[in-house]
């Protein structure tokens, strides 16, 4: 059974009174694959930094969607995407990030060569890392991290411990006002279909957001994925989504939908058709923002659209795609934020997963469990979703 130790701001091995150390440093490779496992794995780097009580000199995210050529990796600096001193303020000391300006060199790096994969276990990576705590490892200035993608496997902290990492991510403005814009589009469609409907004028019409999970690639992955952990509750057809969508206790309509999927990889041209009646689906062509997206990398698009969701009055996703699992996930925090444990009958905020039935027909509503020991569900998805 996989040992998870938690590490707590008063009990971290190695953390001084005084917070994390400025002059120790810890570097890790370029951060690859999709946009929150990016995340993920930035969190992962952030939580091993704190372990050993040293900063995170800056990473390097990656703008393209990696898969396995090498030569798509297109390297984009963290503070592109996030807000740098606003991490550091946010997160003061809990994590901190720093410039490779910041080095004296004065010695050479220290390399951490850690497993690849899953056939490197959480108990020796644990190990290994306690290892690093310790003289003589301890005493060099730099400890850089190599192997393959090593923060994309292994967990050893609570959530409650990336929930804080996440917090501290906050977009540049740049991607913060094309969401306004987008947001914006979305209800001013919205408000033209009340108006037409019962001449009510409504100046921040409530949306869904759909994170509709029907890309070739993601089919592919969660039909392997059924097979192989024997759920059938991961994989959603259209007819299925929109169906559960539609039963929806408590939504008032005629309501516009949002539907957030990668275009690139998309094969379905009839993602609009067949919504019930009252129900006004819109995607970035349709909706007359495709413009704002198409200047950008995928990173960037992929923020978008998580920024985007995220305001959303009501979201709905699938809760084995680790995109939805990060929105819940700060809706969750937004719900508690607003001391309440639950979202209970209030649409506002609520969340629901597709892919698992629930009440009325429709989707199961959706909580991030913020007690657990481990990312693991949210990391690789679950159909134990906490309500």
């Known amino acids: 059974m996989p040992l ?6 008063s009990a971290s091995i190695g953390h001084s009174h005084l917070g994390v150390r400025r002059d120790k440093f810890l570097e890790v490779p ?20 704190r372990m050993l009580n040293r900063t995170l000199l800056m ?17 984009i600096a963290f503070d592109k995407i996030f807000k740098f001193d606003t991490f550091n303020s946010l997160c003061n000391g809990f994590i901190q990030l720093g410039h490779f300006s910041a080095l004296s060199n004065l010695t050479a790096p220290f390399e951490l060569r850690k497993g690849s994969g899953r056939k490197w276990s959480v108990e020796r990576d644990l190990e290994q890392l306690e290892q690093f705590i310790k003289d003589p490892l301890d005493k060099f200035e730099v400890i850089r991290v190599v192997g393959k993608n090593p923060f994309l496997w292994h967990d ?21 006002d094309e969401t306004t814009k ?4 979305i209800r001013e469609r919205g408000s ?16 869904v957001a759909v994170h509709m999970r029907i890309e070739k690639d993601w089919m592919i992955h969660c039909k392997k994925l059924e097979q192989r952990s024997k759920i059938t509750q991961i994989c959603s057809s259209k007819v299925e989504i929109i169906n559960r969508v539609a039963h929806i206790n408590g939504l008032r309509k005629p309501v516009v939908v949002y539907l957030a999927v990668a275009d690139s990889l998309l094969e ?39 920024e985007v969701c995220m305001r959303a009055d009501v979201f709905v996703g699938n809760s084995f795609s680790t995109f939805s699992s990060l929105i819940v996930l700060q809706r969750t925090q937004k719900i508690m934020g607003m001391g309440s444990t639950s979202s209970g009958m209030n649409l506002k905020w609520a969340s629901y997963a597709y892919n698992i039935l629930g009440e009325y027909e429709g989707p199961r509503r959706w909580i991030t469990n913020m007690l657990d020991l481990s990312l693991n569900a949210i990391s690789y998805g ?3 979703i906490s309500c």
């Open 4 to 9: 998870y130790r938690v590490y707590g701001p």
């Open 30 to 49: 370029q951060i690859v694959w999709g946009l929150n496992n990016q995340k993920i794995a930035f969190a992962r780097a952030c939580l091993t930094a």
């Open 59 to 75: 990473p390097t995210l990656s703008a393209s969607l990696f898969y396995k050529e090498i030569d798509r990796l297109d390297p």
């Open 156 to 176: 050893h902290w609570p959530v409650k411990d990336y929930a804080k990492v996440f917090e501290c991510l906050v977009v540049v403005d740049e991607i913060a």
């Open 182 to 185: 987008v947001v914006s589009k």
């Open 192 to 207: 033209s279909l009340i108006l037409k409907s019962d001449g009510a004028i409504q100046t921040n019409t409530p949306f």
């Open 268 to 306: 379905d041209s009839s993602l609009l058709s067949g919504w019930n009646e009252g129900f006004y689906p819109f995607e970035k062509k349709k909706l007359g923002v495709w413009e704002i997206y198409n200047k950008y990398p995928y990173l960037i698009q992929s923020a978008i659209d998580y």
């Open 382 to 384: 679950s159909n134990n």
